[in-house]
């Protein structure tokens, strides 16, 4: 074991990795608290935000953390000041990285940040020299967090800190225990890994989907890291990070610092714990299976956050993710980043005139549904249009239903185990599903209606459409669109409030659907807070 004799530095990230919760839109009073509390407690290091490039969704001023909006808060003097960048997100812009980096960054002696993080995957790691490097003579102190270490094999992890050392910009290179599946000794061993070829500075960030990220935190000091990643309570993606509150009492008590945790309590016990009760993050069973078996903790955050998956949904996904592999931010960007599946429009199924002269009603899983359930099985037997119900909903009978409309892999994934005891056929489209799901299709009736990925694009043909993402509404929208129905009414298509990022993602969709021209007219018959012309269930003759 190293001896302590360098001076530990410690970054609080909860605005930035706490972010994930809410959208990176904390309220100005808790931002203000949350500034002085640090300053109080002498932390080093406040990473501030991301800077995101611009994005067609909402996303909190902490996503992309402007100089504008910097200089509009009481930033203490007393702290160095981070933000993060996606390394990858440089690479993929179209302009490239340099003119990326130009609009993100000024000179630093125009802004009030002092440290940009990389933070990249070992797939993009040669490539963010281009950006450290830029970053560097713009006169930033520049950090590489590299992610997902645990999943690296010990002489790449090596091979790469040495090219970190020649490469003579990076002032911190950081690990991050992205799934949580580390223990003190893994982390030794990676410290001595990296410190054999990399000379300075080591930070470690750790995740507590194990329970173990602040006893990660400690073993990496005693064997020599001294750059150390925390949050408030822990608030950060998934089952969150190592406690800033209790990782400096320990940091504290064993000498190694002098910070003054108390300041933070306060903050901790009335802001954060009511965060905390609204959001939900922290350690829990499904996070400790995420960990020991590779899967990306977005995935259990994305379910836990949606009641409509229960336990044995969560469960089933889980286990099927262990054997497919799930390392990814998002089983859509897992598909076009290890298998370039993207999909295609022509499916074996053609759409045309299989609902002439017909209405088609499409039920979403909203609140309406359950709500008016009755009144719509009425409807529906009394005027007998074509049903497209969007995913398995439990509060609609199947004998109401004509089909089930699925298209999206995750949801596929966790209903998956449903389809064979459907009586009535699944709409979907097969080209967008990797071979290791084909299995759970067995027995059930698909009607293969094609779908393929393409940004900003809506385009329909008689056998499938092109999308900008895999909206289940807007994928049975544009097969009931080649159908020669008479009209397309919607029902449990309740929408969100107008600062939820998915109202603005529905929203945009329908702005293109209804530019194509040509297309079958749609009526909410139900209240829905989409701008879509409105009808009544209750009127007669619709």
Not at 53 to 75: I, R, V
Not at 401 to 413: F, K, P
Not at 502 to 510: G, I, K, N, S, Y
Request: proline fraction near 4%.
């Amino acid at each position: 074991m190293s001896q302590i004799s360098k001076k530990i530095t410690i970054l609080d990230c909860t605005l930035r990795d706490g972010g994930y919760y809410g959208n990176w839109d904390f309220g100005r009073s808790t931002v203000k608290r949350y500034l002085a509390a640090m300053s109080m407690a002498k932390v080093d290091i406040i990473e501030i935000g991301f800077r995101f490039l611009p994005q067609e969704k909402f996303l909190g001023p902490f996503a992309y953390s402007t100089d504008e909006y910097l200089n509009s808060l009481s930033l203490p003097t007393n702290i160095a000041v981070a933000v993060m960048v996606n390394a990858r997100e440089l690479i993929n812009y179209d302009g490239g990285i340099e003119k990326a980096i130009k609009i993100l960054f000024s000179e630093k002696k125009k802004s009030p940040v002092d440290i940009v993080r990389i933070a990249t995957h070992s797939s993009d790691f040669e490539q963010c020299f281009a950006i450290a490097k830029k970053l560097q003579i713009l006169g930033y102190r520049v950090f590489l967090n590299l992610m997902q270490v645990s999943s690296l094999d010990l002489e790449d992890l090596s091979d790469m800190a040495r090219q970190i050392e020649n490469w003579d910009c990076i002032e911190v290179f950081y690990f991050a225990d992205s799934f949580g599946n580390m223990n003190p000794e893994s982390v030794a061993t990676t410290v001595v890994t990296i410190t054999t070829k990399w000379s300075g500075a080591l930070g470690v960030h750790t995740h507590d989907n194990k329970g173990q990220a602040l006893a990660n935190s400690i073993n990496a000091i005693e064997y020599g890291a001294t750059y150390i990643d925390s949050t408030l309570l822990g608030m950060g993606r998934g089952a969150g990070n190592a406690k800033t509150e209790t990782l400096l009492v320990e940091i504290v008590e064993r000498d190694l610092g002098e910070y003054y945790p108390d300041a933070l309590f306060p903050l901790i016990l009335h802001d954060f714990h009511l965060l905390q009760n609204q959001y939900n993050w922290g350690p829990n069973i499904y996070y400790y299976l995420s960990a020991v078996h590779g899967i990306h903790p977005t995935y259990i955050q994305e379910m836990l956050g949606d009641e409509r998956y229960d336990t044995e949904q969560i469960l089933s996904a889980i286990s099927f993710l262990k054997k497919t592999g799930a390392s990814f931010y998002s089983l859509e960007s897992m598909l076009r980043a290890i298998s370039g599946i993207t999909g295609d429009e022509c499916g074996d199924w053609s759409a045309k005139g299989w609902a002439k002269d017909k209405n088609i009603l499409i039920v979403g899983s909203g609140p309406s549904t359950k709500r008016y359930i009755d009144d719509l099985a009425r409807y529906i037997k009394r005027e007998k249009p074509i049903v497209l119900c969007l995913n398995i909903n439990e509060f609609v009978p199947e004998e109401l239903v004509t089909a089930y409309v699925v298209c999206h892999e995750t949801r596929i994934l966790i209903e998956s185990d449903r389809y064979s005891d459907l009586i009535k056929p699944l709409i979907m489209p097969l080209s967008r599903i990797p071979k290791e799901m084909r299995s759970l299709l067995s027995g059930a009736n698909i009607l293969d209606y094609g779908l393929r990925i393409k940004e900003k694009e809506f385009q329909i043909f008689e056998n499938g459409c092109v999308l900008d993402s895999s909206l289940a509404l807007i994928y049975a929208m544009s097969l009931a669109s080649v159908s020669c129905a008479k009209k397309i009414l919607l029902t449990g298509i309740d929408g969100y409030e107008k600062s939820d990022p998915r109202q603005q993602e529905m929203v945009t969709a329908l702005e293109r659907y209804n530019k194509l021209g040509g297309t079958i007219p749609i009526y909410a018959i139900t209240p829905t807070t989409y701008p879509i012309k409105q009808r009544s269930i209750y009127e007669p003759n619709i």
